[in-house]
């Protein structure tokens, strides 16, 4: 929902040329709450508006407007201003705003941009999507060893407006090698031995991303370190970029929607709920549906071979739901756990056997924990007046239950093993894939024990 | 896996007390690698190497130990070495350190702590888990609104070593309000015109966090405004902490673990997988996998009113698997886009009709296309000679189908909303419950239409 609350007299500001007005309008509040009140300009306006900001701020504040309005104002105002001001946009912002506009106006916008900056999108939008090349800035604070305290010092106060982090420096050879890194923190703290050379202050123990390394793993580096920032290197080390915290958090909330999209079999989403097309959502639910569709159908041409079974036992089939959505949820519960686990660096491949066995260990307990319960609730089902037979024919019930679970928790603990042994992500093997094994095996297990422990059909009582 | 790379050696220093040795050791490298060196080491040799540490770095080193070494630590050593330790430990870590140390011991220690941190552990443990009160830290840098650029900058050297984050200025008046902040960027721009006052520089215009609100909050609002740390305030606008970027990252990670537990029904863990005993995991699983149980018993208790329908047509159960989850499925999909939606400020409950049209929408899509396939399925199970019955007999399947995916998307899409609009937290509403319950609701309506398409069994074919 757009703020409306300021549009009467932005539009009147506007229409009177009020310069003071508009500029007070753009410094006076944080930068997205200035594009929040903007929210109901149209592109032509909110570009007149931008016009009083000056460079940093306005890049600042277009950085905040919604990416519908950004596009609007790529696509449609003079191509040589929006050029000069894609020229002024943080790079890595740059490159995913301009992946997003029609490839016919990119190529005019292009030849209009000036030379270093196009040079820079055309390097950045070179590296695959999700790597943590196609996230880095290539603006970050660039010193040499030789420099002192004090020249580093006025070297930062010169370029702090413009670039988008200054609390780490980056320490550079001739031939741009990262050689060492040197925080703020440290810089402010040397202030009073303005000579001290850059090179005896800097930490060299550095960490650091390879560029093609994925973002995910990326934001688990700088997690694990507390990081502001971490540098990006090729595989000789030269330093290339830098992504910053806000960046990794933007990257963490994409990630966790799409595991929540995974996990419920959607495919991942460009856009959000309501943006999206119906017709895209709908094909992009209706794939996984229909493949989960066919998946489900498997049990119903298994339980077809044990008709005979059902018709002597039509009792069974009460329990059918409860059978295998036990298993289901079981084997949900192992897979997220192990799932979870992996992505956290909690396990690694390796503790394998030690996740199986715990996971038959719990089957164990809670499995035969279910199956009493099931069997007092299996007793009024099964319809035999005999009690001796009534409490042999139950048992079909406990002896599915604990089967089904232990088999739902192993599949559960093993399938997202297996798909990281394999190289493959193993949220894939998140429910309702497991789920639908489970039903299927269920269905398998469930008539099997009913076969082995009830009376034939021809001989049935 | 502990890196045992460098233990011998470690231990050979301790052994021959090669103080220059290990002071190299615990500077030369980043200060969580240096403590990833030292996990095989026992609680008395970590600290024995940590005290060739200085202050600031000692601090550091211990906050990325093991929190099992760290409690070992602290439980294990001189009780008043370890007060004034915990003394100089970051005000947010100390805390939720001291929350896992056992009772008895924290009895001991807190007389110990020096007056002013024994308070502040005192202030800070008394938020309610998850506010921004148990997450933000008490150091932060303040200063006053006449102070010039030049002396807040000696004030910001001298501190440098000490604070958590020198990247804001916090500016308060004598009561402690919070008046405005002032960037380490825009200190750093002034450093030009050191008689400025910061009154004059600073921003007016801040982003706070109530100490009481819920820390899910807290991420959404620093992700939203790409901040470095936010200012923590009461009703009164008093300063009371700041809560930094790390922090808000271990939130989101805390958080994501949270959501995909609660998507498999687990109750959150307090350790990782395989750091949790084995009883307490299974407990955490049993007491959901339980009432699951227990709804999905429900399902026999309904499909047992509907006994005589089976017992006539026993080529329905064939389909009972397939009907259940694909509702389920459907409304899975729909609840995580729903939840997801909201969680994200994608979607708000004003919005609620447009969601629900646009989810029968696509239920009659997919449920639609899904029926088809579904009839031509059913086709060759219904065992009807005479075509022209078995036509309208397999017409059960593609009825119900549609049903089933209108019916769980449109509980997967309310729940949620419901849930939202009673002030309780829409993702309770995820799979496995709205499956558990599409379970029920589907075996409802495949048996009714059974019943009203379906000649009535006793004058069956």
């Avoid at 000069?84 to 912002?93: A, I, Q, S, Y």
């Avoid at 688990?220 to 920032?229: F, N, P, S, W």
């Avoid at 409860?322 to 289901?328: A, D, E, F």
């Amino acid at each position: 929902m757009p703020n409306t609350l300021y549009l009467p007299e932005l539009r009147e500001m506007l229409a009177e040329n009020d310069a003071d007005g508009l500029r007070e309008f753009c410094t006076a509040l944080h930068a997205a709450r200035t594009a929040e009140f903007m929210e109901g300009l149209s592109a032509q306006e909110s570009w007149a508006v931008l016009q009083h900001a000056k460079m940093p701020l306005r890049t600042e504040i277009f950085g905040f407007l919604d990416e519908t309005k950004q596009l609007e104002m790529i696509e449609t105002l003079a191509r040589q201003e929006i050029a000069e001001f894609v020229g002024h946009l943080p790079p890595d912002d740059r490159v995913d705003l301009l992946a997003n506009v029609r490839p016919w106006i990119v190529d005019e916008l292009m030849p209009l941009i000036p030379t270093d900056e196009r040079r820079d999108i055309q390097r950045l939008s070179a590296y695959p999507e999700d790597t943590a090349g196609a996230v880095m800035t290539t603006e970050f604070a660039r010193v040499s060893e030789d420099l002192t305290v004090g020249q580093a010092q006025k070297r930062i106060a010169e370029q702090a407006e413009e670039l988008e982090t200054i609390y780490y420096l980056y320490v550079v050879d001739e031939e741009d090698h990262l050689r060492g890194l040197l925080s703020f923190r440290q810089l402010v703290s040397a202030m009073g031995k303005p000579d001290t050379q850059i090179g005896d202050l800097m930490e060299r123990d550095l960490v650091t991303v390879n560029v093609a390394d994925d973002q995910e793993e990326v934001a688990e580096k700088v997690a694990r370190y507390d990081l502001l920032a971490i540098p990006v290197v090729d595989d000789e080390h030269h330093m290339l970029g830098i992504i910053t915290h806000d960046d990794i958090i933007d990257v963490m909330r994409e990630e966790a929607v799409e595991d929540a999209y995974r996990s419920a079999a959607v495919a991942p989403l460009d856009e959000g709920y309501l943006e999206t097309h119906l017709l895209t959502l709908t094909w992009k639910r209706g794939i996984w549906l229909t493949i989960l569709f066919f998946g489900a159908m498997l049990t119903a041409l298994a339980l077809r071979e044990y008709e005979s079974v059902i018709e002597s036992y039509v009792w069974l089939v009460l329990f059918i739901p409860l059978v295998i959505s036990t298993g289901g949820n079981m084997g949900n519960q192992s897979a997220t756990l192990i799932i979870t686990a992996l992505s956290t660096a909690d396990i690694a491949l390796g503790d394998w056997w030690r996740v199986v066995r715990r996971e038959l260990l719990m089957g164990l307990l809670l499995g035969g924990f279910l199956a009493v319960v099931g069997y007092f609730c299996a007793l009024p089902a099964a319809p035999l007046p005999w009690w001796p037979t009534r409490l042999l024919t139950a048992m079909v019930i406990p002896v599915t239950i604990l089967l089904v679970i232990l088999c739902g928790t192993l599949l559960g603990a093993v399938l997202p093993l297996l798909f990281r042994r394999l190289g493959l992500d193993p949220a894939f093997m998140s429910n309702p894939f497991v789920a639908g094994l489970i039903d299927l095996v269920g269905i398998i297990i469930y008539m099997n024990v009913a076969l082995a422990l009830l009376p034939s059909q021809s001989g049935g009582l």
